[in-house]
Nanobody, 120 residues
């Protein structure tokens, strides 16, 4: 079992930045791929970013490429999502996830979510 807790959400203006953090507890954090998904009001949950267990490979949805960066620190059991040049359409609840396979869509475990609001 893996428990995930997200922090770092909040409200920013268009063009601003936020960094989300997700700390994991439980077994074998470094064995899991980690990811971020988001869900905007009235929309389906969608994939945002993923990183392999080693941090050596990453994947992003097209709409955030060049603006968001996912990274992890296995010594701290933490994964990060640095979000720059935020847009109102990035407004959503962001969920941290962990999984084994496929690494590019980890979804075995989910955090409770953190709200990100971008105002124009």
């Amino acid at each position: 079992q893996v428990q995930l807790v997200e922090t770092g959400g909040g409200s920013v203006q268009d063009g601003g930045s936020l960094r989300l953090s997700c700390t994991a507890s439980g077994r074998s954090f470094s064995s899991y791929a980690m990811g971020w998904f988001r869900q905007a009001p009235g929309k389906e949950r969608e994939f945002v970013a993923a990183v392999t267990w080693s941090g050596g490979s990453t994947d992003y949805t097209d709409s955030v490429k060049g603006r968001f960066t996912i990274s992890r620190d296995n010594a701290k059991n933490t994964v990060y999502l640095q979000m720059n040049s935020l847009k109102p359409e990035d407004t959503a609840v962001y969920y941290c996830t962990a999984g084994l396979s496929p690494w590019y869509r980890p979804n075995d475990y989910w955090g409770q979510g953190t709200q990100v609001t971008v105002s124009s």
